[in-house]
């Protein structure tokens, strides 16, 4: 958050008001920040006593950094490691060959869709699950951490959020090939062994609803196994997700409401659905519905796009009305390059 941000927040008191209104239940918000591995320790602190400061108790720290996550919890904050799941393109030498590919049968290792990062690997692999098993392993045992958070724990999207399709020169109205994924061997020898169908061999893959569901299966198997490492070592495990249940399983085919995390934090980013404010409310209300009680949801708010004081308090007030146990803040940060499409 910078400091725009950050006084803003602090003059128009808004996160102060979402705690006191519900009686006597503090709201312990969150916020997503990215500290870079060689960030100064002493503007860490600062961003850090600044963010404690505006409301924030837990943070979500990205960049991978040790040195950052025991700044954050001396700042008095809940530290949570934010990480980037199966978008990986700092795993190509290590797992070359376990790039999700499109239904056009290219890799993303070497053709990745939208943007140069989008390299995902794909869930199925045996050799994904277990690259990304030990390092939750690993941040688990970090005493400095409260819990692991999973970011990008999805397919590329088969369709963009509605507001992107101008940007990219798009019209997603159909689920096109060369955004579908994942068409690998692995995939396609599992989904046979499942139905005793070849998925390649179907006229319409995007009409089947057992290819659908078996790629809900494939994040849902690799979320749960994340989930059951991070709970042997004792700490949380949460992840940053699409902002409804709908939109998540259509967009990204992540079937959330059946993971097994400690908090699901959808991203509620009412701009890139060419929504307004309100919609935050009815977005975090389905997925409130769809939890059952199950586990806690707190609502991720776009800053940029929450420009005034009224939009910020209608936004909080709404995710909260709807259900939310608290909110999660995202931009203003810094570093935001590449962000916009995630
Ligand atoms: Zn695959």
New binding site residues.
Partial sequence: MDRRDFLYLVSCGVLGLAVTARAGAARRHWAWINARRDADPADLRRRFAELRAAGIARVLVGGGSAAAYALAREAGLEVHAWMWTLCRGDLMDVLPDCY??SREGKSTRDHPPYVPYYRFL?P??PEVAAHLEQQVTELAANDDLAGVHLDYVRYPDVILPRGLWDKYGLVQDRELPEFDF?Y?D??RAAFAAETGSDVAALADPTASAAWRQFRWERVTTLVNRLAAAVHDGDKQITAAVFPTPTLARRLVRQDWPRWNLDAVLPMVYHGFYEQDVAWIESAVREGVVALAGARPLHAGLYLPHLPTDADLAQAVAGALRAGAESVALFGGVRDLTGFEAG
């Fill in positions: 999700a590919v794909c199925s692999r994942c690998c692995t995939c």
